[in-house]
């Protein structure tokens, strides 16, 4: 068929197989331009498809010769339909990663259930016995505990009181003031219930009771905290009680283990175009910013570049993992620098409608967002029939 692309807000209602296989491939062709890493040799990657889990199987297989496998939750293409994304993300990962002789196998389902949990246990007794790193980048919106049986859903709000500012709409440029009324108790507690730490730890949990975590395993997890101009709708708000859970469930994990030796991280990263991002106000304006300064800079980072270095300098370098004075890894240390923060503000105050492509890189924010779904992506052409029927080798 020929897959043109259909946007609804901050979804794409179609994804392109070959404009995807080719972000993937760009990705590898960064991450092996820039050496081996001794990192871990049989990597678990949790939200696997997209993102910074789809660049951290990547780095992990192709800069450390990892065995790799993936969990995630993505629709499958049917005849004149095509799949989500991260299936033909993942289905270029794994013929790019077998092609190099390396162990790559995906499981496709509900990442918070019992069920997933045990197929993914087993498929690690079976394959490589145990894994020793394990990556968290679940971005999931909408939880069904295990336990209860109660579904959770996440909002986007304010705690305490309602919050004005400016934000756009990325399709059209428009720069537009916004408020949100602050989250109910219930709203905060579900949002913490989906995006906190508890199903990180109930993994964690069932893969140490299997015995399939190596001596000294290493966990990650990815969380943001971003600057003064968003924290009253990320950090202090319902989102930024999310990750205080995430980053407690890190230490209460760390102490629970330590006799199996367990590190377990939270990686504070750059802020990037994802659609999560994307459905967030203000978040999608403070990018289209922020890109312009850090190009202008020369250190803008995409996904792959992020985990590359939070891998080369952070983890792996051979001398102890920095932490800040919470106990977290920074890889946003170039995104907080105080001279790109100091030049945003300045920005910040007089970005308009008017001003935005001169000031900020909506264009940039645009192409980012288009090529999630394999859209704008270069030596593609978009009038070919392509098949859409891609299927993943080593799905289980």
Known sequence: MIVKSRMRGFISLTAHPTGCELNVLKQ?????????????????????????GLSSRITSAFASDAATIGVFFEKEPQ?????????????????????????????????????IKQKTIELIKA?????????????????????????HRSVLK?????????????HTGVVTEITIDPA????????????????????????HAAGVLADNVLTLAYSYIGPSV?????????????KDHLEATAKNMTEKLKSNGLRAYVSVNKALVTQASSAIPVIPLYITVLFKVMKAKKIHEGCIEQIQRLYADKLFSGAEVPLDEAGRIRIDDWEMREDVQEEMKQI?????????????????????FRQLFGFGVKYVDYHLDVDEMVEIEGLV
């Open 127 to 151: 394959d490589l016995g145990q894994v020793d790193m394990v990556i968290y980048s679940l971005a999931s919106p909408v939880r069904t505990h295990p336990v209860t049986g109660v579904t």
């Open 348 to 368: 910040w105050d007089v970005i308009s409608t008017e001003t935005i492509h001169k000031m900020g890189d909506p264009c940039g924010y645009t192409r980012d």
């Open 28 to 52: 590898i062709d960064y991450v092996t331009s820039k050496g081996k890493i001794e990192g871990p040799k049989k990597v678990l990657v949790i939200g696997a498809s997209t993102g910074f």
């Open 79 to 115: 005849p004149e339909k095509t799949a989500s994304p991260g299936w033909y993300n993942t289905a270029a990962f794994s013929k790019a990663a077998h092609a190099a002789g390396l162990y790559a196998k995906s499981i496709n389902g509900d990442a918070f259930s019992d069920e």
């Open 230 to 242: 968003t924290e009253p709708i990320y950090r202090k708000g319902s989102i930024g009680g999310a």
């Open 158 to 170: 304010p705690i305490g009181q309602p919050y004005s500012n400016k934000t756009v709409e990325f």
């Open 184 to 207: 109910s108790d219930e709203e905060i507690e579900n949002t913490v219930a989906v995006m906190g730490g508890e199903d990180w730890e109930m993994w964690i949990d069932a893969l």
